[in-house]
């Protein structure tokens, strides 16, 4: 029986959400979620970007889900300034994922507001092996929280893009490299203590001497094992 794309709804936190997917023949195929830009300015699942990304994805035999966030199409829900979008993004990974148990790798990928719920998702999901950010608008929205990046990836604009500029993205790519010199091999420059991070789930303590003692939580723990990183040496890039 041929595969086709399939129009599914998943249950979410705010209701169901309307989603398309695809599912490989192979048992052990890789799954991607694919992210939708800024639902208040005509962002969908079906934008062309969200579709041709879809497709990739699709020709290259992954099982890949793409979602309308809530109050997207058929989506329940309303627009939650992106905290909501991300916990609908965790659902629908949660459900590819359900979808197929003995999948091999686990990519996310997002475009333009979609790339920001994409890189905040994979800070919280050490399963993810790959991400694509597509046009992820660095001089707009605060990609701080990716210092140290849990995983590989690859961001991707235009030189014709009039909102994302070549500046913003050399910045933002500079700031992760020198943030985690571990994973690429650089020596970080410091000027003083500096510790940066994803985690603001991260508890931290100073005790009586001014040592800095930080909690990590089981997500930042999982990245650092798969990172092959000593959890002394990730801890010192969690941030406040």
């Given at each position: 029986?041929?595969?086709?794309?399939?129009?599914?709804?998943?249950?979410?936190?705010?209701?169901?959400?309307?989603?398309?997917?695809?599912?490989?023949?192979?048992?052990?195929?890789?799954?991607?979620?694919?992210?939708?830009?800024?639902?208040?300015y005509g962002g969908t699942m079906n934008?062309?970007?969200?579709?041709?990304?879809?497709?990739?994805?699709?020709?290259?035999?992954?099982?890949?889900?793409?979602?309308?966030?809530?109050?997207?199409?058929?989506?329940?829900?309303?627009?939650?300034?992106?905290?909501?979008?991300?916990?609908?993004?965790?659902?629908?990974?949660?459900?590819?994922?359900?979808?197929?148990?003995?999948?091999?790798?686990?990519?996310?990928?997002?475009?333009?507001?979609?790339?920001?719920?994409?890189?905040?998702?994979?800070?919280?999901?050490?399963?993810?092996?790959?991400?694509?950010?597509?046009?992820?608008?660095?001089?707009?929205?605060?990609?701080?929280?990716?210092?140290?990046?849990?995983?590989?990836?690859?961001?991707?604009?235009?030189?014709?893009?009039?909102?994302?500029?070549?500046?913003?993205?050399?910045?933002?790519d500079n700031r992760i490299r020198s943030?985690?010199?571990?994973?690429?091999?650089?020596?970080?420059?410091?000027?003083?203590?500096?510790?940066?991070?994803?985690?603001?789930?991260?508890?931290?303590?100073?005790?009586?001497?001014?040592?800095?003692?930080?909690?990590?939580?089981?997500?930042?723990?999982?990245?650092?094992?798969?990172?092959?990183?000593?959890?002394?040496?990730?801890?010192?890039?969690?941030?406040?």
């Amino acid at each position: 029986m041929e595969n086709k794309i399939v129009e599914i709804f998943i249950p979410g936190p705010a209701g169901r959400l309307e989603a398309k997917y695809f599912k490989n023949q192979k048992i052990t195929s890789p799954i991607a979620l694919v992210l939708q830009p800024h639902p208040q300015y005509g962002g969908t699942m079906n934008n062309k970007v969200v579709v041709e990304t879809f497709n990739t994805f699709m020709e290259n035999d992954f099982s890949v889900c793409r979602v309308n966030f809530r109050g997207v199409g058929k989506s329940d829900g309303e627009f939650d300034n992106g905290q909501g979008e991300l916990a609908d993004a965790a659902a629908a990974l949660d459900w590819i994922e359900r979808q197929n148990l003995d999948y091999s790798q686990c990519w996310v990928s997002g475009f333009s507001f979609g790339s920001l719920i994409c890189m905040q998702l994979i800070m919280r999901r050490p399963e993810v092996n790959n991400f694509i950010a597509v046009s992820p608008q660095p001089n707009v929205y605060d990609f701080s929280f990716l210092a140290p990046c849990p995983t590989s990836g690859q961001i991707i604009y235009s030189d014709n893009d009039e909102l994302v500029s070549k500046e913003s993205i050399t910045e933002l790519d500079n700031r992760i490299r020198s943030n985690f010199p571990h994973k690429f091999g650089e020596q970080k420059k410091s000027s003083g203590p500096r510790v940066a991070s994803a985690g603001a789930t991260a508890s931290k303590t100073v005790s009586p001497k001014g040592r800095r003692t930080v909690k990590l939580t089981s997500s930042q723990i999982a990245i650092a094992k798969r990172l092959n990183v000593p959890l002394e040496e990730y801890a010192k890039y969690v941030k406040e």
